[in-house]
Structure formats: structure tokens, C-alpha cells
């Protein structure tokens, strides 16, 4: 018996050291560490836009919310539920942006469009460093957060953060090259959930319009 107790509040002793660790990692500890323990991952999120294209807070924040799945590499659901409902879908070859009140599909390959977007840094594969100059951005709100600046000239975005809390990312700012800042802010993330072959196949919705880029 007394062997067993001293087992016990060895595995204890364990794993509360392993959730000190990662606690008191750096961002870029956390990131790396999430990204190679993570194949894939499901959660809920919210976005807003704190930045007009002048740089003052909109008068009227855009706000949206949805849910997201994704497998690495190159294969994720971004749907967008509130105000309007969206679906971004990659299946590793192909990306399909559906618009319901449309009942519109547009279709495109994902090649090097994943690269260097915010996607790429939650969808895409684990080498990151190659499309991005990654560097620690301090603390703030309680996160510890990663700066990503893309090292391609052409990508939409100057640069990313990311915010991170016990090895999970809480929260992702994208400023974009017009001066625009959204936040996107995550919760209820599930780490390797089980997901089909069948999972990221698009089903095109009966009689929507495509549009092929």
C-alpha cells in the first residue's frame, strides 16, 4: 500500500512539474512544442476587427464566430456560423470557400496560397520557419506571444502574433498590409481528435454556382 501511495504522488509530482514547465515555457517553446504534438484539432473561435484601414477602432467592431477542424498539412473546416454563415475547406489539394445566402462555391488550388497566411501557422506543415521569421513578442493579457513576419513580399499580411496559455494558442492578431488588425480568440480546443478519411471531403452543395480561380 505504501508503495503504491508513494507512486501516486510520484506521477502527481510529474505531471503538475510537466504543467509548470509548459507554463513557464516561452511562447516559442509552447508553439513548437503544440505544433509537433498536435496532427490535428478541433475548437471554437471568435474574431473581430480592432482596426480600420486608418488605423482607428471601427465604429462598428465586425464580429464573427465559428468553429474549425483541422489535419496537418493543408487540410481544415473554418466555418463561419454568426453574423452570416461561411465555409473555408481544404482538402490537402483543393481549398472551397462556400457562401450559403449565396449558395456559391469558389474553388482554387492551395499550393503556396497556405504558405504564407495565418492558416499555414495552425493547418500547415511543421516547418514553419521556412515561410516565417518567428521571435518572442512578450507578455500581455496573461499569454505569452510569438511574432511571425512572413518572409514572402507578396503575402497579405505585415505580420502575426500569437498568444499562447499552458501550450495551447488562446488568441491570433493579423495586421494586415492595408493597416488592418483583427483578434481572433480560440476556446474548447480538442488536441487529436479522431477524424475519417473522409472527414475533409467537400460535398458541393446541390445547385450552387462555382467559380474556379
Given at each position: 500500500?505504501?508503495?503504491?501511495?508513494?507512486?501516486?504522488?510520484?506521477?502527481?509530482?510529474?505531471?503538475?512539474?510537466?504543467?509548470?514547465?509548459?507554463?513557464?515555457?516561452?511562447?516559442?517553446?509552447?508553439?513548437?512544442?503544440?505544433?509537433?504534438?498536435?496532427?490535428?484539432?478541433?475548437?471554437?473561435?471568435?474574431?473581430?476587427?480592432?482596426?480600420?484601414?486608418?488605423?482607428?477602432?471601427?465604429?462598428?467592431?465586425?464580429?464573427?464566430?465559428?468553429?474549425?477542424?483541422?489535419?496537418?498539412?493543408?487540410?481544415?473546416?473554418?466555418?463561419y456560423s454568426?453574423?452570416?454563415?461561411?465555409?473555408?475547406?481544404?482538402?490537402?489539394?483543393?481549398?472551397?470557400?462556400?457562401?450559403?445566402?449565396?449558395?456559391?462555391?469558389?474553388?482554387?488550388?492551395?499550393?503556396?496560397?497556405?504558405?504564407?497566411?495565418?492558416?499555414?501557422?495552425?493547418?500547415?506543415?511543421?516547418?514553419l520557419e521556412?515561410?516565417?521569421?518567428?521571435?518572442?513578442?512578450?507578455?500581455?493579457?496573461?499569454?505569452?506571444?510569438?511574432?511571425?513576419?512572413?518572409?514572402?513580399?507578396?503575402?497579405?499580411?505585415?505580420?502575426?502574433?500569437?498568444?499562447?496559455?499552458?501550450?495551447?494558442?488562446?488568441?491570433?492578431?493579423?495586421?494586415?498590409?492595408?493597416?488592418?488588425?483583427?483578434?481572433?480568440?480560440?476556446?474548447?480546443?480538442?488536441?487529436?481528435?479522431?477524424?475519417?478519411?473522409?472527414?475533409?471531403?467537400?460535398?458541393?452543395?446541390?445547385?450552387?454556382?462555382?467559380?474556379?480561380?
Amino acid at each position: 500500500m505504501k508503495r503504491f501511495k508513494s507512486m501516486a504522488v510520484l506521477t502527481a509530482g510529474l505531471l503538475l512539474a510537466g504543467a509548470a514547465s509548459v507554463a513557464n515555457a516561452s511562447a516559442l517553446e509552447q508553439f513548437k512544442s503544440f505544433v509537433a504534438s498536435t496532427k490535428a484539432a478541433k475548437g471554437e473561435f471568435t474574431q473581430t476587427q480592432v482596426k480600420g484601414t486608418n488605423g482607428d477602432t471601427p465604429k462598428a467592431n465586425k464580429n464573427s464566430s465559428g468553429t474549425f477542424v483541422f489535419a496537418r498539412p493543408g487540410k481544415f473546416i473554418w466555418t463561419y456560423s454568426k453574423p452570416y454563415e461561411q465555409v473555408l475547406q481544404a482538402d490537402g489539394d483543393q481549398m472551397f470557400i462556400y457562401d450559403k445566402d449565396l449558395n456559391q462555391v469558389t474553388t482554387k488550388k492551395l499550393g503556396d496560397a497556405l504558405g504564407s497566411s495565418p492558416a499555414a501557422i495552425l493547418f500547415g506543415s511543421n516547418d514553419l520557419e521556412k515561410n516565417f521569421t518567428l521571435s518572442e513578442g512578450g507578455t500581455r493579457d496573461g499569454l505569452e506571444w510569438l511574432k511571425a513576419v512572413p518572409k514572402a513580399k507578396d503575402t497579405s499580411f505585415e505580420q502575426i502574433t500569437i498568444g499562447l496559455k499552458d501550450g495551447l494558442p488562446a488568441a491570433m492578431e493579423l495586421k494586415d498590409s492595408f493597416g488592418q488588425t483583427s483578434v481572433l480568440k480560440f476556446s474548447k480546443i480538442e488536441k487529436n481528435p479522431a477524424l475519417s478519411a473522409t472527414s475533409f471531403k467537400f460535398v458541393m452543395p446541390k445547385g450552387a454556382d462555382v467559380f474556379n480561380n
